[in-house]
């Protein structure tokens, strides 16, 4: 069982920073694939990007490249989010999410039935 604990959301304004942070209570984080998912009210949850197991490889959704940067830090549990030029249009709750471990990705990382854990999630609101 890996908790995961999502933090750094807030509200700013448009063209502001915000880094979220997901911390994973796990001694083998670094054999989980990372995912960072957002839901906007009304609308489904989708796929914002990803880090492989080793942190060779991210996957970012077409609206975040460029400007949201995924990372992670295996020293410290932790997977971070930098996210740059928010638009209105990001506002959502940022879910981040673990897959099942074993340093083997059970499917496409862009895709919520690829992991197993989740994150209560944490809001981030970009006014105009």
């Known amino acids: 069982q890996v908790q995961l604990v999502e933090s750094g959301g807030g509200l700013v304004q448009a063209g502001d920073s915000l880094r979220l942070s997901c911390a994973a209570s796990t001694r083998t984080f670094t054999s989980y694939a990372m995912g960072w998912f957002r839901q906007a009210p009304g609308k489904e949850r989708e796929f914002v990007a990803a880090i492989n197991w080793s942190a060779g490889r991210t996957y970012y959704t077409d609206s975040a490249k460029g400007r949201f940067t995924i990372s992670r830090d295996n020293t410290k549990n932790t997977v971070y989010l930098q996210m740059n030029s928010l638009k209105p249009a990001d506002t959502a709750v940022y879910y981040c999410?673990?897959?099942?471990?074993?340093?083997?990705?059970?499917?496409?990382?862009?895709?919520?039935?690829?992991?197993?854990?989740w994150g209560q999630g944490t809001q981030v609101t970009v006014s105009s």
């Open positions: 999410a673990a897959d099942g471990g074993g340093g083997k990705a059970r499917g496409p990382l862009f895709s919520s039935l690829s992991y197993v854990y």
